[in-house]
T-cell receptor
Framework: GDSVTQMEGPVTLSEEAFLTINCTYT??????LFWYVQYPGEGLQLLLK?????DKGSNKGFEATYRKETTSFHLEKGSVQVSDSAVYFC?????????????FGQGTTLQVKP | DTEVTQTPKHLVMGMTNKKSLKCEQH?????MYWYKQKAKKPPELMFV???????INESVPSRFSPECPNSSLLNLHLHALQPEDSALYLC?????????????FGPGTRLTVL
């Protein structure tokens, strides 16, 4: 079945450092890919998405490119802030089940220190 | 506006109590979802409603009973829960399942079962 694999955390960075969180997927067909962010004590917020190969999603300085050849959707940000500390989930839409179901990675905790 | 609201924010209940969680969206979305999230884990899909009809039940125990009174509202009725049911319950909505459309999440209800 479809699956998403994220790099294990926690990831600890200093403010203004470059961020990469790796995400690879296994899927039949061409799913949409998403990054969601969850701040402490809150629900999930959509960070960005891409719906087809070579699409780049971007929002709030974060970017991710849908790479079909490497089945990846890595999240990047050039300069992180303390306020970016959160859990980041990579997800794909499960086309095979025809339910709109999202398949999530395990989540990566990011901690940014001043 | 991409807001999904959930009430209450926190809920503490005993194993013999009956309570309900409420979710509301006014984006005209026709699909609504219930997820359960344990600490440090990704959300797990419980139920999907499509055009006010239950389309997916992910083998959820009958002590959880969903209800969709209209296209904007989604309830989750709780009865005879167990302590292991303590979790963050998230509601989400999307424009039209079972498409690859984006799901928007609410802030969640943090449930504690004593």
């Amino acid at each position: 079945g479809d699956s998403v694999t994220q790099m294990e955390g926690p990831v600890t960075l200093s403010e203004e450092a470059f961020l990469t969180i790796n995400c690879t997927y296994t899927a039949t067909g061409y799913p949409s890919l998403f990054w969601y962010v969850q701040y402490p004590g809150e629900g999930l917020q959509l960070l960005l998405k891409a719906t087809k190969a070579d699409d780049k999603g971007s929002n709030k300085g974060f970017e991710a490119t849908y790479r079909k050849e490497t089945t990846s959707f890595h999240l990047e940000k050039g300069s992180v802030q303390v306020s970016d500390s959160a859990v980041y989930f990579c997800a794909l839409s499960d086309l095979s089940s025809n339910t709109g179901k999202l398949i999530f990675g395990q989540g990566t905790t990011l901690q940014v220190k001043p | 506006d991409t807001e999904v609201t959930q009430t209450p924010k926190h809920l503490v209940m005993g194993m013999t109590n009956k309570k309900s969680l409420k979710c509301e969206q006014h984006m005209g979305h026709r699909a609504m979802y219930w997820y359960k999230q344990k600490a440090k884990k990704p959300p797990e899909l419980m139920f999907v409603y499509s055009y006010e009809k239950l389309s997916i039940n992910e083998s959820v125990p009958s002590r959880f009973s969903p209800e969709c009174p209209n296209s904007s509202l989604l309830n989750l009725h709780l009865h005879a829960l167990q302590p292991e049911d303590s979790a963050l319950y998230l509601c989400a909505s999307s424009q039209d399942p079972p498409d690859t459309d984006t799901q928007y999440f609410g802030p969640g209800t943090r449930l504690t079962v004593l």
